[in-house]
């Protein structure tokens, strides 16, 4: 019975390690071979704008809480539920890569899957 030589982990594994954080998105966009594997590098671009766009969302929730303490409550449950949509999200996409499926987010999935088809 022949060996089997493939000790790495498979494309739609990578795809969905890409959503854990963004550490792992830019380690598979700056390191050769999982940057030029198309599938790995839109879960990568998908996830690194995603968190972005989440992290700009969050400075702007605390830098308006800082002016406005008399609604704080307000703005932490802003903040508990951009966590939660963030997370939810995430792991929909890791699962979705995981099991084959490219899912793309609204416009950050069609800018993903440019930058991943160069």
Same mark, same amino acid.
């Given at each position: 019975?022949?060996?089997?030589?493939?000790?790495?982990?498979?494309?739609?594994?990578?795809?969905?390690?890409?959503?854990? &954080?963004?550490?792992?998105? !830019?380690?598979?966009?700056?390191?050769?071979? +999982?940057?030029?594997?198309?599938? $790995?590098? @839109?879960?990568?671009?998908?996830?690194?704008?995603?968190?972005?766009?989440?992290?700009?969302?969050?400075?702007?929730?605390?830098?308006?809480? &800082?002016?406005?303490?008399? !609604?704080?409550?307000?703005?932490?449950?802003? +903040?508990?539920?951009?966590?939660? $949509?963030? @997370?939810?999200?995430?792991?929909?996409?890791?699962?979705?890569?995981?099991?084959?499926?490219?899912?793309?987010?609204?416009?950050?999935?069609?800018?993903?899957?440019?930058?991943?088809?160069?």
């Amino acid at each position: 019975m022949p060996v089997s030589k493939n000790h790495g982990l498979s494309e739609n594994s990578l795809g969905a390690i890409a959503y854990i &954080t963004v550490v792992p998105a !830019i380690f598979f966009l700056a390191v050769s071979p +999982y940057n030029k594997k198309a599938y $790995v590098r @839109f879960h990568a671009w998908q996830s690194t704008v995603f968190f972005a766009l989440t992290f700009i969302l969050f400075f702007a929730l605390s830098y308006l809480n &800082t002016y406005h303490e008399s !609604i704080a409550y307000f703005y932490l449950g802003l +903040y508990v539920l951009v966590s939660l $949509v963030w @997370f939810l999200v995430s792991l929909w996409c890791a699962i979705q890569a995981l099991n084959g499926k490219s899912v793309k987010l609204p416009v950050i999935g069609a800018w993903a899957e440019k930058q991943s088809s160069k």
